[in-house]
């Protein structure tokens, strides 16, 4: 039995993968476990070699070789070349016979190639693969999750670890967190990496000579600037404007095998969301790690106990004096200051100016509610639900076209209206970000919908519209019952005044109004543990109208009334919608 | 960019768009089969190559 991780993305997620692999060999004791990763993360092989992990080796630049040599340019002899260097690079591969592949890349090149080897093997996979026809195929729900609700401008909150490790179907413990390297205990050196994957990731230059410049004065130890090879420019910019015999320059200078010893031995390492960070994390070294919009803390931040986490909507806008006093307040063991977000028991632990900051709370709730069984959280104050509205008459529209489609057969006017629904949900998002989750849920799971019959597929997709239906509902019935109450209440203090004066016939159209209201609400269904206060109190009010008792009548309004209003507001399926439907079929789904 | 890496993406570039006719006419005439898994695999590492972006989300761009 063999089992191959393929990670094939950037390097700090082969080492947010190393969680998953130690876990992989704690829980499959006895089977052979391969990682293929790049070229630049061979240098790791040893690491993982010690592990007990086989690695192999993508050879990007041999496969690509024949387009780039000076005798190129003969297209056929070119891709030939090329795809005798992909089936060399097989060849070993196929030879193991996986039982069983974990694709931890989410790219298409890797979905490919996972679906060569899981063809010629049999594998298990989980991942991204393909179907039958070449169409992607994420056969796990924890891969589905990712491509619908990770990345920037979502609102997942979590770790990029933790989904490795679902993909894989293991559970991380905290000594899943360690690497070979993670030996002896810290010292007083702090390092500072000062790149990032993306421009838009890191910390502008001149504000870090500033920064170099106030650690010299702050800390004891050496100050190790590290860094990639083409950061070697900019952090030899940077060092021209601080002189200290403290600060040593290694950028690109060092090997994989130092880089991790340095993370190591370091009291504190200072930088952006990048690999530095990630292997920090393998090793149990806190980090101050400086993050915008540009990234997302909660998938890719430091995990380390301690680790604190300064955050602005640009790089630039976190003051060097903030910096400055976060790292001497980590180094001599002092408190975080009241904007930092600290890693703490396992979780990160929000200051009060981001604790409830929407619309990223509401989303994130939302995605619990959608994918586990959480309830559905209440619209952000002021938010308008009209986009959940849209939502609900779109899903309803297609449920009607399914079912005439059913009855009568397919027709032109049928495919028209859904080809147009199709495109009305793409731009909802557009219209209201706060139906994203639902959208983005949505498609990624009409996406995984494999090759089938005309039929299959039919009765597939209405299916999926009738749970896009339901989760819509939630909010389509809470506001509409919203709206209900509040006109019921104007109506009472309309009505009951001139029911004590018996001048029934002024009020007739409002109170018969008022009637109707009462008892929609009495027929609703409520939730499983709630009484429906609404029968009772509508059957005295009648009672009291038939002896035309109007005094009593009024009474009952204002008082028992408005006293029941005032209850089932967040009390009401029209309110709560209909949760437990909606939670249990979207948990089915996924 | 110097000279060279133009040239380099310039060879990507051509190739790529030579790939993926070939891969087209495969899926046209055969369907998906294995010659045209593998050229999609050559075509895809390609596209990683000359985008250099994320590779992680990128499969959301094609379907």
């Not at chain 1, 196929?94 to 298409?108: D, K, Q």
């Not at chain 1, 050196?189 to 890191?202: E, F, M, Y």
């Not at chain 1, 909660?298 to 910096?323: C, F, K, N």
């Amino acid at each position: 039995m063999a089992t191959l991780v393929i990670q094939l993305a950037r390097f700090g997620d082969v080492f947010q993968a190393w969680p998953t692999l130690n876990a992989l060999r704690r829980s499959q004791p006895g089977e052979e476990l391969h990682l293929l990763v790049r070229e630049r993360f061979a240098e790791a092989a040893a690491y993982l070699e010690s592990m007990g992990v086989r690695v192999h080796i993508l050879p990007t630049r041999k496969i690509l070789a024949p387009f780039f040599s000076p005798a190129g340019g003969e297209v056929l002899r070119d891709e030939a070349a090329a795809l005798n260097g992909i089936f060399d690079f097989l060849q070993p591969l196929h030879a193991v016979g996986f039982s069983r592949i974990i694709n931890l890349s989410f790219s298409p090149f890797s979905s490919f190639l996972t679906d060569e080897l899981a063809g010629a093997s049999g594998a298990v996979v989980s991942g991204y693969t393909r179907h039958n026809d070449g169409f992607l195929r994420i056969p796990d729900d924890s891969s589905a999750y990712f491509f619908a609700q990770a990345g920037i401008g979502k609102w997942n909150r979590y770790h990029v670890c933790d989904i490795f490790a679902s993909v894989a179907g293991v559970e991380l413990t905290p000594e899943d967190y360690s690497h070979p390297a993670r030996v002896g205990a810290k010292g007083n050196t702090v390092l500072v990496h000062i790149g990032a994957s993306q421009v838009s990731k890191s910390y502008p230059p001149e504000m870090w000579a500033d920064v170099l410049r106030g650690l010299v004065h702050a800390v004891e130890g050496a100050i190790v600037i590290v860094g990639a090879a083409n950061e070697r420019a900019m952090s030899e910019g940077i060092c021209s404007k601080v002189r200290s015999g403290r600060i040593l320059n290694r950028v690109g200078q060092s090997s994989l095998s130092e880089l991790c010893r340095w993370v190591n031995e370091a009291a504190l390492l200072i930088g952006a969301d990048s690999a530095p960070a990630q292997i920090a994390t393998l090793m149990g070294t806190r980090v101050l790690n400086l993050s915008c919009a540009a990234v997302n803390f909660w998938e890719t931040g430091p995990l380390a106990e301690g680790s604190r986490i300064l955050y602005a909507d640009e790089m630039h806008q976190i003051s060097i004096g903030q910096v400055l006093a976060e790292a001497a307040s980590m180094l001599n063991g002092g408190r975080p200051s009241e904007n930092c977000i600290v890693r703490q028991n396992g979780a990160y632990q929000l200051p009060v100016s981001l604790r409830d900051k929407e619309p990223e709370n509401f989303g994130w709730k939302l995605l619990q509610a959608l994918y586990t069984s959480a309830d559905y959280p209440e619209l952000p104050a002021g938010a308008s639900s009209l986009a959940f509205h849209r939502l609900f008459d779109l899903a309803e529209l297609a449920v009607d076209q399914f079912e005439q489609w059913r009855h009568e057969g397919p027709s032109a006017p049928a495919k028209t209206i859904l080809e147009s629904v199709d495109e009305m949900l793409a731009g909802l998002p557009g219209m209201d970000p706060l139906v994203r989750p639902v959208v983005d849920w949505f498609q990624t799971e009409r996406l995984r919908l494999g090759p089938a019959s005309s039929e299959e597929t039919l009765k597939a997709t209405r299916s999926l519209f009738e749970q896009l239906l339901w989760v819509a509902a939630v909010y389509h019935r809470r506001a509409e019952g919203n709206r209900m109450l509040g006109r019921a209440a104007d109506l009472v203090t309309l009505c009951a005044p001139r029911l004590r004066e018996y001048d029934l016939n002024s009020i007739q159209d409002s109170f018969q109004e008022l009637m109707t209201i009462a008892s929609t609400a009495a027929a609703a269904p409520t939730k499983v543990d709630v009484v429906n206060p609404w029968p009772e109190v509508l059957n005295r009010l009648q009672s009291a109208l038939e002896r035309r008792d109007f005094i009593e009548a009024a009474d009952i309004l204002e008082a028992d009334w408005t006293e029941v209003l005032n209850r089932v507001r967040g009390q009401l399926s029209w309110e709560g919608g209909r949760e437990g439907d909606a939670n249990r079929t979207a948990a089915d789904a996924n | 960019m110097s000279d060279n890496a133009n040239d380099n993406e310039k060879k990507l570039r051509e190739a790529l768009a030579r790939l993926e006719a070939s891969t087209r006419k495969i899926l046209d005439t055969r369907g998906y089969s294995r010659d045209a898994r593998s050229l999609k695999m050559l075509e895809e590492m390609l596209r990683e190559q000359l985008t250099n972006g994320y590779t992680r989300n990128s499969t959301r761009s094609i379907r």
